[in-house]
């Protein structure tokens, strides 16, 4: 593939905020009604994450990966503090702002694939697309070119049940990719691979992060992954406890 044609396809919303913050965290406390009180899964955390990077949040069960990948994600909102994504704050969208930021912008990975079984690994790529107001001959090329990136192109009228672990999460990857998001959140994406998959999985989301300039956050306990971050987060009872680069 051409850096160049890749790098100038990205989103037109990437324009002001290439190489710029895409992901603030200020403060941040999540607290979950437990019986008659609370628990704290985040207890202050502040971050900043710019475009382009590859970064892993890696600690022990517990330690509050999910919980802020998912308020990353607008997925979840802030107790306290506040949570900036590509200049808009999490915790003051309405429920439609933030489906709208998660369609437009943001791409998910998670652990168990989430493929629509029912549907070609064509038709699962072309999903997030059908959210969009696109033309379908630019969602054909859009989801042809994506399955290239990953090396499915043979597998295009597969059914997940056809397809290997490793398969099915490069089929989630292009469906995270296929819309060209400013940012991927992967929870655990390694999880259910074996050693070869992960290291393939990995590879194919560090190309992707470099050449099309894509930021990925990751959850991760996998040591694997670990070796392949240009950052790792660490976190315990929900505080950061080292960012090293
Ligand atoms: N909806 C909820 N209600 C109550 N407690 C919750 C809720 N979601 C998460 N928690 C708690 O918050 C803490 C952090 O959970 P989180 O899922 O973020 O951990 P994690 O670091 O992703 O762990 P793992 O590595 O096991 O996936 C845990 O103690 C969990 O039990
Ligand atoms: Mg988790």
């Known amino acids: 593939m051409n850096n160049k044609d890749l790098y100038n396809q990205s989103s037109p919303s990437l324009g002001g905020v290439r190489g710029g913050t895409i992901v603030e965290v200020k403060n941040l406390v999540k607290k979950f009604p437990v019986g008659t009180g609370f628990f704290t899964a985040l207890n202050g955390v502040d971050l900043t994450f710019t475009e382009g990077e590859f970064t892993g ?13 998912n308020i990353i994600g607008s997925l979840d909102t802030p107790s306290e503090g506040e949570v900036i994504v590509l200049s808009k704050s999490v915790g003051t969208l309405s429920a439609k702002q933030a489906a709208q930021l998660r369609k437009e912008e943001l791409g998910f990975i998670f652990q168990n ?17 059908l959210l969009l107001n696109m033309s379908s001959d630019e969602r054909k090329k859009r989801v042809l070119e994506t399955l290239e990136w990953v090396g499915l192109s043979d597998k295009v009228n597969s059914r997940p049940a056809q397809l290997s672990g490793g398969e099915c999460q490069r089929v989630a990857i292009a469906r995270a990719m296929v819309k060209r998001p400013v940012l991927v959140l992967a929870d655990e994406p390694t999880a259910n691979l074996d050693s070869v998959n992960s290291h393939n999985i990995l590879k194919t989301m560090l190309k992707l992060n470099e050449e099309l300039k894509t930021s990925f956050i990751f959850a991760t306990h996998d040591e694997k992954v670990i070796g392949y971050l240009k950052r790792i987060i660490r976190l315990q009872d929900g505080k950061v406890v080292e960012d090293s680069f």
């Not at 949040?57 to 990948?69: A, D, F, I």
């Not at 989430?114 to 999903?127: A, D, K, S």
């Open 57 to 69: 949040l890696v600690g022990p069960s517990g330690s509050g990966k999910t919980t802020l990948l």
């Open 113 to 129: 694939y989430n493929l629509l079984p029912v549907y070609t690994v064509y038709e699962n790529v072309e999903f997030p697309l």
